[in-house]
Nanobody, 128 residues
Framework: QLQVVESGGGSVQPGGSLRLSCAYS????????IGWFRQAPGKDREAVSC????????KTLDPWKGRFTISRDNAKNTVYLQMTGLQPEDTGIYYC?????????????????????WGQGIQVTVSS
């Protein structure tokens, strides 16, 4: 059974950077697509970025596009979310999620319901 675990969160000042990691395990036939989602205080969870199982398909949504970069190292079973130019509105709990069964090789469109395995989430706080 696929499992994912986030790490790398914390507190940073506006304009700073953080790199989140999502370690995945328990897959059998193929690596998962990994999505990142953010839940801001008092708001619904929203999609941030996704990368397919080979890395050939990826997408980062506005307002994070151009500031956040998703990548993966399949030798380490880890996906990274490099976050730069962080602003207070980026604050929230960030979740990574894995998809091995639905569209693991495609991230052109991604919604939470295609991801079966979710991490516990990790806090990112941006404040001065």
């Amino acid at each position: 059974q696929l499992q994912v675990v986030e790490s790398g969160g914390g507190s940073v000042q506006p304009g700073g950077s953080l790199r989140l990691s999502c370690a995945y395990s328990g897959f059998t036939v193929r690596s998962p697509a990994i999505g990142w989602f953010r839940q801001a205080p008092g708001k619904d969870r929203e999609a941030v970025s996704c990368i397919s199982n080979t890395g050939a398909s990826e997408k980062t949504l506005d307002p994070w596009k151009g500031r956040f970069t998703i990548s993966r190292d399949n030798a380490k079973n880890t996906v990274y979310l490099q976050m730069t130019g962080l602003q207070p509105e980026d604050t929230g709990i960030y979740y990574c999620a894995g998809d091995t069964d639905t569209f693991p090789n495609y991230c052109g469109v991604f919604t939470a319901d295609r991801f079966a395995a979710w991490g516990q989430g990790i806090q990112v706080t941006v404040s001065s």
